[in-house]
């Protein structure tokens, strides 16, 4: 059995995690064990389940001091003697594989998970950390050809160097259940609402700020409408501010930063993703399993929508009535006929068990190689 050390920054709640431990859940562990190493700023590492499947977790300084986090990771990869490490840090990799690489570890593998957008305050470091980010690496990897190409270039992706793992859900656990979906409505007391949902971080990434905008032209249509929001972030006091100041305090459920997400899904109506960009989000790919509409923007790679008929692309450029208009039409249209898609995400690619398998192999041919 071989460890591999997971370089994953700041291990939150979100995508990254989530798309992490659902290729941890399910890969071989009699074969590959990950050793998960994480600033100490995360807010949601799974210690006692990580512990449980047989994986360790080590908790260093965060990026932010970066001399104190490469010299971390230098001094683990150095004590532990890994044959791999594997960066899900986006271009902040760029560190985590040159620490790796003066400790003498043989392979490092970049991952390519997201992408940045002009709007984002973090754009301009993102950018000239990307010109440097292939440094120390001697893999590449990405969730999908968007992000690929973005982080490590399109000569790089063209010549078949970025193998890609797509982002992967467990589909078995996000079927639509009619059952679960009355007794959720009925414990939250929206039995008779229309159900706009949202999950996620409310940052500037996620476009929260507007995701409020889009719901306060929704209600004025459908005044029966709500929206379910579940996550946390920077942005939270603002966003309640905006919330209060359009009159919609009685029109937003909001529950928190939660785990045990699947049900809520089932209790939407449709799901909202206005995003100023992401990699292949993880939310998006639940909702669709569970038979909801989708509404992304158009920052967002299509490859992120498996389901046609589900996926609705908007660009950021319409107005907040604009996306209302096309969010109740398509969701309207939805409602008495939804049905799981399972099938469709998992034969699209994004089941977390067949893609472990292919890591699994990934992992086992590049240690046959330097064994």
Known sequence: MERIAVIMGKMHSGGKKNLVMEYYRHINKEKIQFDFICDDDSNAIP?????????????????????????AIYKLCKKNKYKIVHGYNGTMNLFAMLAAKFAGVPVRINESISMAHSSDKKTIIKNILRVFSKCGSTHYMS?????GRWQFGNNIYNSGKVAVF??????????????VRRDTRKELGIEDNLVIGH???????KNTLFLIDIVASIVKKESTAKLL???????????????NKSGLSKSVIYLGRREDIQKFYNSMDCFILPSLYEGL?????????????????????????PCDELGHFISLGKSADEWAEKIIKYTKKNIEKRK????????????????????????ENILKKVN
Do not use: H, W
């Open 47 to 71: 210690f006692d389940e990580i512990k449980a499947l047989g994986g360790k977790v080590f908790v260093i300084p965060p990026y932010q001091d970066i001399l104190k986090n490469m010299s």
């Open 143 to 147: 969730n999908g050809e968007a992000c």
């Open 166 to 179: 797509k982002t992967v859900i467990d589909t078995g656990k996000n079927a639509f259940i009619p059952i």
């Open 199 to 205: 999950i996620g971080r409310l940052t500037e990434q």
């Open 229 to 243: 929001l579940i996550g946390d972030g920077n942005l939270r006091d603002e966003m309640f501010k905006k919330i």
């Open 281 to 305: 989000p993880v939310t998006g790919l639940e909702a669709e399993a569970c038979g909801l509409p989708v509404f992304f923007s158009t920052e967002i790679p299509r490859e992120s929508s």
């Open 340 to 363: 799981s898609y399972i099938e469709a995400v998992k034969a699209a690619g994004f089941d977390s068990g067949n893609e472990a398998k292919k890591l699994l192999n990934y992992y």
